[in-house]
């Protein structure tokens, strides 16, 4: 019989399964909740003294022995197996080899569903607060280049087909921006992580006099949870968590998918450096954008996890039911997953690739982009917007059959479309006044854009 049948198995004739007791076990994933677990039985040890449901001798008895685990455990030489079922029963059958008897007061007016509620909250808590400041790296890298880069031009597309010529800091700054709303949506679901269950018990509360809001504010929570079932069987937090990383994730593989569409030889607008590119094992010329491939891989991972966990609480009736285990390696995962993705990326943009100025010139003077330019010049002139479009639908038409860009028409040829053309449409035209004259609000003109990076500098100040 395993170390926890022993603790439950007085109802017990004969042992688990060996193979029922892996299965069982979630020891080998959630022991990445240990500190957490640690910390939390420790705000639990305290309150119970406070409480006078323990004495407070018997209070710091309790509090040494988890910080001598916690010791153990950062020396490597806290390894608990199968046999322990979970990181919680793990723990107090360590405490109660530490201290004795004492160790046994330790599970007192509180339940493994509350203890795992509380542990998953406070792992959550400051895995959110690390990736909040991973995502403000990210910001700050996009933020330096695109201020490199506010003259650079590059063409802007839809259906990926040409559209309009856009200010390469435009194009990046809204990356930034996603970034931003990513940064305040994981403030937000921190909110509802930062809630305390410690104390609703198993299900009902418990017949202790215990002080839910005293152990809560030693934890740091900011308020604790109002109902006892709802404390013990919400996951939402979880699932908020992934749907936000979620949302990280297409943000990061969209950026990915560009990186990727630019580093290769067809659009040549970026050039990957060794130290963030790969090679082919058989072919000598490749450089393989790996990096961004791998992000726009990995983000399907997270939308897993986000919809496994979706259908796994959808079913469940109150309150705690074993599928909630379930919760956590995709968690975890989703977690690990964002954390990897955002420091590659960060690393990638930072350092990793450089925009080839020369094709990105070239790119811009050498389609159709400045057409909308030629229609607005006459609009406005007065000619209806409407004309103007279907007079230059035909000059592209004729211009593209004779080989020409509309900068190589002459003027006597303009005039002829149209009298209102003079020798100023030739400046009009030039992919840098296309860029420079679209200067309404939140629009890649050169105005616009370096107000757009003095306003995402201080939007970075805000914590
Ligand atoms: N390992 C369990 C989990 O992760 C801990 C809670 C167990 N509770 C129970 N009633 N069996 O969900």
């Given at each position: 019989m395993t170390q926890t049948q022993q603790t439950w198995s007085?109802?017990?004739?004969?042992?688990?399964?060996?193979?029922?007791?892996?299965?069982?076990?979630?020891?080998?994933?959630?022991?990445?909740?240990?500190e957490y677990d640690l910390t939390g039985s420790i705000a639990h040890a305290k309150m119970l003294a406070k409480c006078g449901i323990i004495s407070s001798q018997e209070g710091e008895q309790l509090v040494t022995g988890l910080e001598q685990i916690r010791q153990e455990y950062r020396q490597g030489k806290f390894n608990p197996d199968v046999d322990s079922e979970d990181v919680h029963f793990a723990v107090?059958?360590?405490?109660?080899?530490i201290i004795g008897?004492?160790?046994?007061?330790?599970?007192?007016?509180?339940?493994?569903?509350?203890q795992v509620g509380t542990d998953t909250r406070l792992y959550l808590r400051s895995q959110i607060e690390l990736i909040r400041q991973q995502l403000r790296e990210f910001q700050t890298v996009l933020l330096d280049i695109a201020e490199k880069h506010v003259e650079t031009l590059i063409p802007g597309y839809t259906h990926l087909q040409r559209a309009?010529?856009?200010?390469?800091a435009h194009h990046l700054l809204a990356y930034f921006h996603m970034m931003q709303r990513d940064w305040e949506r994981l403030g937000d679901v921190y909110t509802r992580v930062n809630i305390s269950p410690l104390g609703c018990g198993a299900l009902a509360g418990t017949t202790f006099p215990i002080d839910r809001h005293y152990s809560a504010q030693l934890l740091h929570f900011e308020k604790v949870y109002d109902n006892s079932l709802d404390g013990v069987s919400d996951r939402d937090f979880v699932i908020e968590f992934l749907s936000a990383a979620s949302l990280?994730?297409?943000?990061?593989?969209?950026?990915?998918?560009?990186?990727i569409l630019w580093s290769s030889e067809e659009f040549g607008f970026v050039t990957l450096k060794d130290s963030c590119a790969t090679g082919s094992s058989i072919m000598p010329q490749k450089k393989n954008p790996d990096v961004p491939e791998l992000v726009r891989g990995k983000t399907g991972r997270v939308f897993g996890h986000l919809q496994a966990m979706l259908v796994m609480m959808k079913g469940l009736p109150l309150a705690y039911n074993k599928d909630l285990q379930e919760d956590k390696e995709g968690l975890f995962d989703g977690v690990n997953t964002v954390k990897a993705c955002l420091s590659a990326m960060t690393i990638l943009l930072g350092?990793?690739?450089e925009f080839c100025d020369r094709r990105l010139a070239e790119a811009v003077e050498s389609d159709f982009s400045n057409a909308t330019d030629v229609a607005d010049y006459l609009a406005a002139r007065g000619v209806p917007f409407r004309e103007a479009y279907n007079l230059v639908g035909k000059v592209v038409k004729t211009s593209i059959a004779a080989g020409k860009l509309l900068k190589d028409l002459s003027l006597s040829e303009w005039k002829q479309l149209h009298p209102k053309f003079e020798n100023d449409i030739y400046e009009a035209i030039s992919p840098r006044q296309v860029v420079a004259a679209r200067n309404s609000y939140g629009g890649t003109g050169f105005e616009q854009v370096a107000l757009a990076l003095q306003a995402a500098r201080s939007q970075m100040e805000v914590n």
């Open positions: 007085q109802r017990f004739e004969s042992a688990l399964h060996p193979t029922i007791t892996r299965f069982n076990a979630s020891i080998n994933f959630d022991i990445e909740l240990i107090e059958h360590r405490l109660v080899e008897d004492v160790g046994k007061k330790i599970h007192t007016g509180r339940s493994r569903n509350d309009q010529p856009l200010s390469l990280i994730m297409v943000h990061l593989s969209r950026l990915s998918e560009e990186v350092e990793g690739l």
